[in-house]
């Protein structure tokens, strides 16, 4: 499995960006994607996931409804749509997934990936 995540950027406070993450080499629907981000000195942090199967979503909290995650079967590719960004959003963004199909804070954190993309610089400006 392949992951290729693409889309970052510079934005002011307050624009908007979308990533997307398009997965090559899936075999299987019990599968799930999504994001987590790794800011300048600190830790790498989920954002959010998409079950493939469902479409069920997980959100972290401090995605306060800013942020929504969205797939494209057809496209083989999941994207993350980010408004009302934030210079704390500043962030390298990577895409993840992993063999099971659900979500949620038990099922989707770091060290449970199977599979990492490159990550997105995304800078957002004050």
């Known amino acids: 499995v392949q992951l290729q995540a693409s889309g970052g950027g510079l934005v002011q406070a307050g624009g908007s960006l979308r990533l997307s993450c398009a997965v090559s080499g899936r075999t299987s629907s019990r599968f799930s994607m999504g994001w987590f981000r790794q800011a300048p000195g600190k830790g790498r942090d989920s954002v959010a996931a998409?079950?493939?199967?469902?479409?069920?979503?997980y959100y972290e909290d401090f995605v306060e409804g800013r942020f929504t995650i969205s797939r494209d079967s057809a496209k083989n590719t999941i994207y993350l749509q980010m408004n009302s960004l934030d210079p704390e959003d500043t962030a390298i963004y990577y895409c993840a997934a992993r063999n099971l199909a659900s979500v949620g804070a038990s099922s989707w954190y770091e060290e449970g990936m199977d599979y990492w993309g490159k990550g997105t610089q995304v800078t957002v400006s004050s």
């Open positions: 998409i079950s493939w199967s469902s479409g069920d979503t």
